[in-house]
C-alpha cells in the first residue's frame, strides 16, 4: 500500500524547454506531496511542499517561477521545470506523507538537460 | 542548530560481518525517526520507523534500529550484512508530532567487500 508513482524515470531536454513531473498516489489520498533535488552522492534538499487545492510552499532560494508545482486533485502532483538549463539537471523525487506508512517516496527522474 | 547528523560519510563492511549506522538529531522533543535505503537512481525505500514506544524498532530486510532518548541516537544495525545491502542510507526525521517536512542526514554509502 501507499505507492507513489513517478514519471518520467529519466528526460532528456533541450536548453529553453520545459519538462513536466508527475507524481500519483496509487492507493490513496495525498493531500500534501514534498518535491525534493538530490544532487550527485549528496542526500536530499526539499524544493517545496504542495497541498490539495492551494499554492504551493517553497523552500527559501528556490525559484517558484522556474520550477511550478501544482497539486490539482487528492492523487496527482506535478512539478514543472520551466525553461530549463544545464544547471537544473538533477535528480528530483516526490514524497506523500502516509500515515501507515510514514513517507512514500517516487522512484525519480533524472533531468538532463543538454 | 537543529540538524540530523550521520558522522560517517562511507562505511565498508565484509559480506556477513555486522554492521552499525549512526544517527544523531538536534531537536528537543521526540521527533518521528526514519531509516531509508537508495539504490543508485532510484527513489528512497523505508526500512524502518519509529514513532512511540519499543524503543527497539524492526524492519525490513533483517534491520533493526535503536532509540536512545538520552544520547539523541537512532543508530540502525544488522548482525549479517549481504552484497546486495550495498546502498546509500539516509537517516530522516520528523522534529515534532504530525508528517510535516521530512529532514535528512547528509547518508552513509554501505560497500560490501567479498
Same mark, same amino acid.
Given at each position: 500500500?501507499?505507492?507513489?508513482?513517478?514519471?518520467?524515470? &529519466?528526460?532528456?531536454?533541450? =536548453? !529553453?524547454?520545459?519538462?513536466?513531473?508527475?507524481?500519483?498516489? #496509487?492507493?490513496?489520498?495525498?493531500?500534501?506531496?514534498? &518535491?525534493?533535488?538530490?544532487?550527485?552522492?549528496?542526500? #536530499?534538499?526539499?524544493?517545496?511542499?504542495? $497541498?490539495?487545492? =492551494?499554492?504551493?510552499?517553497?523552500?527559501? !532560494?528556490?525559484?517558484?517561477?522556474?520550477?511550478?508545482? $501544482?497539486?490539482? *486533485? #487528492?492523487?496527482?502532483?506535478? #512539478?514543472?521545470?520551466?525553461?530549463?538549463?544545464?544547471?537544473? *539537471?538533477?535528480?528530483?523525487?516526490?514524497?506523500?506523507?502516509?500515515?501507515?506508512?510514514?513517507?512514500?517516496?517516487?522512484?525519480?527522474?533524472?533531468?538532463?538537460?543538454? | 542548530?537543529?540538524?540530523?547528523?550521520?558522522?560517517? /560519510?562511507?562505511i565498508?563492511v565484509?559480506?556477513?560481518?555486522?554492521l552499525?549506522?549512526?544517527?544523531?538529531?538536534?531537536?528537543?522533543?521526540?521527533?518521528?525517526?526514519?531509516?531509508?535505503?537508495?539504490?543508485?537512481?532510484?527513489?528512497?525505500?523505508?526500512?524502518?520507523?519509529? %514513532?512511540?514506544?519499543?524503543?527497539?524498532?524492526?524492519? /525490513?530486510?533483517?534491520?533493526?534500529?535503536?532509540? @536512545?532518548?538520552?544520547?539523541?541516537? %537512532?543508530?540502525?544495525?544488522?548482525?549479517?550484512?549481504?552484497?546486495?545491502d550495498a546502498a546509500?542510507y539516509?537517516?530522516?526525521?520528523?522534529?515534532?508530532?504530525?508528517?510535516? @517536512?521530512?529532514?535528512?542526514?547528509?547518508?552513509t554509502r554501505l560497500l560490501v567487500?567479498?
Open positions: 500500500g501507499a505507492v507513489v508513482s513517478q514519471h518520467p524515470s &529519466w528526460v532528456i531536454c533541450k =536548453s !529553453g524547454t520545459s519538462v513536466k513531473i508527475e507524481c500519483r498516489s #496509487l492507493d490513496f489520498q495525498a493531500t500534501t506531496m514534498f &518535491w525534493y533535488r538530490q544532487f550527485p552522492k549528496q542526500s #536530499l534538499m526539499l524544493m517545496a511542499t504542495s $497541498n490539495e487545492g =492551494s499554492k504551493a510552499t517553497y523552500e527559501q !532560494g528556490v525559484e517558484k517561477d522556474k520550477f511550478l508545482i $501544482n497539486h490539482a *486533485s #487528492l492523487t496527482l502532483s506535478t #512539478l514543472t521545470v520551466t525553461s530549463a538549463h544545464p544547471e537544473d *539537471s538533477s535528480f528530483y523525487i516526490c514524497s506523500a506523507p502516509a500515515v501507515v506508512y510514514g513517507y512514500t517516496f517516487g522512484s525519480g527522474t533524472r533531468l538532463t538537460v543538454v | 542548530a537543529q540538524s540530523v547528523t550521520q558522522p560517517d /560519510i562511507h565498508t565484509s559480506e556477513g560481518a555486522s552499525e549506522l549512526r544517527c544523531n538529531y538536534s531537536y528537543g522533543a521526540t521527533p518521528y525517526l526514519f531509516w531509508y535505503v537508495q539504490s543508485p537512481g532510484q527513489g528512497l525505500q523505508l526500512l524502518l520507523k519509529y %514513532f512511540s514506544g519499543d524503543t527497539l524498532v524492526q524492519g /525490513i530486510k533483517g534491520f533493526e534500529a535503536e532509540f @536512545k532518548r538520552s544520547q539523541s541516537s %537512532f543508530n540502525l544495525r544488522k548482525p549479517s550484512v549481504h552484497w546486495s546509500e539516509f537517516c530522516a526525521v520528523v522534529p515534532s508530532p504530525g508528517f510535516q @517536512k521530512l529532514v535528512f542526514g547528509t547518508g567487500s567479498p
